[in-house]
Each structure stands twice: as C-alpha cells, then as structure tokens.
C-alpha cells in the first residue's frame, strides 16, 4: 500500500528553521518525482518544491518565494524526503503536504509545479510562523 507521511511541523519564530520529512512506504522514493505542496485555509493548494531524478542526476525546483530559504533533498536508505525551512516568514504559514508522480514519462519542470500531477498525497503538517 502507498503511503506518505509528513512530520516536522510546528511553531516557529520568524526567521527560525524547521525540517519537514515525509516518509514513504510501499513504494521506493528514489525512482519518483516528489513534491511539496502548501495549503492556507480558503486557498487553492500551492507548489513549493520538487526533486526528480533524471539519467543519474538530481533535479529540483523551488516556487521562487521560497528560493534560497528552502532545500528539498531525499536520503535514499530513509526512504524519506526532505523540505528544510530557513529563514521562515509568517507568510510561510500553512498546512505542508508532500506529493508523489509515478509517471516515467520526462516532462518540463514546470510540470511538476502542478497539483494534478501528483496521484499520491500525505495528510499533511501544520507549520505556523508567528512571534
């Protein structure tokens, strides 16, 4: 059975840290596409970052409010992948959700910044930025 669950979240000051983790079973993280996702109440769900594999090499993107704060990365014997927050704004605040592609398929990076693009989805963790 494919499951994902997210952890990590929680209360931080501005400008503090967290590492989100979502851990997967029934299935191997290395060979699918990953993304995460975001999600204030009342909003559609938004992309935040991706990490694919392509011929060997490591592809990820960021939406760009999260460039050069965020780092999506995965640790293969883990079977986990992971969204390291730093520097967080209270506009960060959200309910995190990390997603999983099963497709073989090679398509442009932005299709991976899509919600339909992802079959499979976690339940989410909450991360509030607040003083």
């Known amino acids: 059975q494919v499951q994902l669950v997210e952890s990590g979240g929680g209360l931080v000051q501005p400008g503090g840290s967290l590492r989100l983790s979502c851990a997967a079973s029934?299935?191997?993280?290395?060979?699918?596409?990953i993304g995460w996702f975001r999600q204030i109440p009342g909003k559609e769900r938004e992309f935040v970052a991706a990490?694919?594999?392509?011929?060997?090499?490591?592809?990820?993107d960021y939406t760009d409010s999260v460039k050069g704060r965020f780092t999506i990365s995965r640790d293969n014997a883990e079977n986990t992948v992971y969204l390291q927050m730093n520097s967080l704004k209270p506009e960060d605040t959200a309910v995190y959700y990390c997603?999983?592609?099963?497709?073989?398929?090679?398509?442009?990076?932005?299709?991976?910044?899509?919600?339909?693009?992802?079959?499979?989805w976690g339940q989410g963790t909450q991360v509030t930025v607040s003083a």
């Open positions: 029934g299935f191997t993280l290395d060979k699918r596409n």
């Open positions: 990490i694919r594999s392509r011929s060997g090499i490591t592809i990820t």
């Open positions: 997603a999983a592609d099963f497709g073989t398929t090679y398509y442009s990076g932005s299709y991976y910044f899509k919600e339909s693009t992802y079959g499979y």
